[in-house]
């Protein structure tokens, strides 16, 4: 099983940024995906999540109106498009997938996003 994250970088506030992550390994379409991230001296947050039936998504109250998350099984990829970034957006951010049904999860290794003021 692997989710290789890629995408991230060094940007200046108010830009963009695209976060994709590559499952393999595994059905991954049967997964709910999310994105997390961990800044500095903080604990982990959930950003993101989109669903695997429905394709429902949800969003920290921190990212809503700038942040989109968004899947594709056919090409078993998942994104998070990042506008409007802040400084506070600085973190790894990690993939990971979860299967409701057999309570199966995995974490992908982490990007760093660091966003200048």
């Known amino acids: 099983v692997q989710l290789v994250a890629s995408g991230g970088g060094l940007v200046q506030s108010g830009g963009s940024l695209r976060l994709s992550c590559a499952p393999s390994?595994?059905?991954?379409?049967?997964?709910?995906m999310s994105w997390y991230r961990q800044a500095p001296g903080k604990e982990r947050e959930l950003v993101a999540t989109i669903t695997s039936t429905s394709g429902s998504t949800n969003y920290a109250d921190s990212v809503k109106g700038r942040f989109t998350i968004s899947r594709d099984n056919a090409k078993n990829t998942v994104s998070l498009q990042m506008n409007t970034l802040k400084s506070e957006d600085t973190a790894v951010y990690y993939c990971?997938?979860?299967?409701?049904?057999?309570?199966?999860?995995?974490w992908g290794q982490g990007t760093q996003v660091t966003v200048s003021s």
């Open positions: 390994g595994f059905t991954f379409s049967s997964y709910d």
């Open positions: 990971y997938a979860y299967w409701r049904l057999l309570r199966r999860a995995h």
